[in-house]
């Protein structure tokens, strides 16, 4: 009985620490240097995993998702109303990708 409870605690223990974790932030950003009153504000995620971290914006998630939608669900013809694309732009126009084992930057 005692091996079953030692047992379960380790596969708990391995289950917990296998997660990823979430952290949202708030980016607030001048992109135009000449025009400084311009602010941008927009949300991005910092996802880290045992093996990887990834830092990227809500709107390029979102973004991706729509069109992935749109491709898989349109046999063919695509459609995909400008509006909501529009609403998506994002001024994060990149993304930062780290792999824990062997320290690269992708």
């Known amino acids: 009985m005692k091996k ?5 605690l380790a596969l ?23 025009n400084k009153p311009t602010i941008k504000t927009e949300n991005a995620y910092l ?9 990227y914006s809500e709107n390029k998630m979102k973004r991706d998702s729509v069109m992935q939608k749109a491709f898989q669900g349109g046999g063919g013809r695509v459609s995909i109303s400008r509006d909501v694309m529009e609403g998506l732009r994002t001024n994060i126009n990149y993304s930062v990708e ?4 062997n320290q690269k930057l992708f």
């Open 47 to 55: 996802d880290i995993s045992p093996e990887k971290s990834v830092f």
């Open 4 to 8: 079953i409870g030692i047992i379960a």
């Open 12 to 34: 708990f223990i391995q289950h917990v620490s296998g997660q990823t974790n979430r952290f949202v932030y708030q980016v607030t950003m001048k992109p135009d240097a000449e």
């Open 98 to 101: 780290k792999d824990k084992t």
